[in-house]
């Protein structure tokens, strides 16, 4: 039945996506960059206001290195001119690792009714174009969940810095399997009003992953306020959720942003949650629809773009307990 269910919701998301992402037929080119920009990011409850315990989503790392544009291999810049029409092209690699443990961080064995422990980590590749008025991306994610993703090492290693006990229930997460997750993004800017020297936009967004890590579409939108709003296309995040992906080119020496916005998340298939896909191991009820609203602040100068990004999450699964999950986003890029 999760089969089924998986191929229907991928075969409608891709085909609204190539719907989606046929090119315009007459956009204009922004200019060319010859900057490369490389992005640190972290996500974890602990960049927040809120005193919130290690629990669900622990940790997102990232670092990631993105060329300047048309420094392209020449079979991706064919794929996306087929796929797109013309544009700016760029290419992007990121290496990240993703955590996540139960509530209960000290039950050994861990309830089984919570979410498993798990790691994951990859390397993702990714093809952006840029028009005046959009982004698209097509990416893959290749890398291993489980055990051989560091997550207990990360984890408790940290915990050994800071002073903190250690979470006890590693021994029970879900077991090494290669992974792999096929994208596809397409972001709309989108102007609104501009007044007293400020602007408005909104970031429309439709995203689709398919593969043994994941199987999901997602939209949703970002509402901006701020000046050099075309400068980038929205903070970015680490997947699944809104990203602008890292690629910015400030058009002022000092561009700014305060943004709000949500999104809808359909998911037919989680490693994380569901457990291995050839074998039995931990696993929980998957809930199919996921939401997500965030705020923050957005800042470029210097040849840098800080984000914040305050996110606030519903229940991924039947039984999750704590009311909303909350998690802050800080990345930081630097263009060379």
């Keep these: 039945m999760i089969e089924r269910i998986a191929r229907l919701l991928s075969g409608a998301a891709l085909a609204a996506t190539g719907a989606l992402f046929a090119a315009p037929l007459a956009d204009a080119q922004p200019p060319a960059d010859a900057s490369s920009i490389w992005t640190l990011q972290d996500e974890n409850a602990?960049?927040?206001?809120?005193?919130?315990?290690?629990?669900?989503?622990?940790?997102?790392?990232?670092?990631?290195?993105?060329?300047?544009?048309?420094?392209?291999?020449?079979f991706a810049s064919r794929v996306g001119r087929v796929l797109w029409g013309d544009g700016r092209q760029r290419i992007s690699i990121d290496l990240s690792q993703e955590i996540y443990t139960p509530a209960d961080t000290q039950a050994k064995p861990p309830d089984p009714h919570d979410r498993p422990y798990a790691g994951v980590l990859t390397g993702d590749f990714s093809l952006l174009?840029?028009?005046?008025?959009?982004?698209?991306?097509?990416?893959?994610?290749?890398?291993?969940?489980?055990p051989g993703a560091g997550g207990e090492e990360i984890q408790n290693g940290w915990h050994d810095l800071i002073g903190q006990g250690h979470a006890l229930g590693w021994n029970y997460q879900i077991h090494n399997e290669p992974v792999i997750e096929l994208l596809s993004q397409r972001i709309y800017r989108v102007p609104i009003a501009s007044f007293g020297g400020l602007e408005t936009d909104t970031l429309p967004d439709l995203e689709v992953g398919v593969g043994n890590l994941r199987v999901y579409a997602l939209t949703g939108?970002?509402?901006?306020?701020?000046?050099?709003?075309?400068?980038?296309?929205?903070?970015?995040?680490?997947?699944?959720?809104?990203?602008?992906?890292?690629?910015?080119?400030?058009?002022?020496?000092?561009?700014?942003?305060i943004f709000a916005g949500f999104d809808g998340q359909a998911v037919a298939h989680d490693i994380t949650l569901d457990g291995n896909t050839f074998e039995s191991s931990a696993h929980v009820s998957r809930q199919p629809f996921v939401g997500e609203a965030e705020a923050g602040l957005a800042v470029m100068f210097a040849g840098l773009r800080v984000s914040y990004t305050h996110v606030v999450q519903t229940q991924e699964f039947h039984g999750q307990h704590g009311g909303l999950h909350q998690f802050g986003s800080l990345a930081i890029s630097a263009r060379f």
Excluded: K
Aim: glycine share 14%; net charge positive.
């Design 129 to 146: 174009q840029d028009n005046a008025d959009w982004r698209s991306l097509l990416g893959l994610q290749l890398g291993v969940v489980g």
């Design 221 to 257: 939108t970002i509402v901006r306020l701020g000046q050099g709003l075309g400068s980038d296309f929205g903070p970015a995040r680490v997947r699944p959720g809104l990203t602008g992906a890292d690629a910015y080119t400030p058009t002022r020496p000092f561009a700014w942003y």
């Design 46 to 74: 602990s960049i927040t206001t809120n005193r919130l315990t290690d629990r669900y989503y622990v940790n997102g790392l990232r670092l990631g290195w993105t060329s300047p544009t048309d420094l392209v291999p020449d």
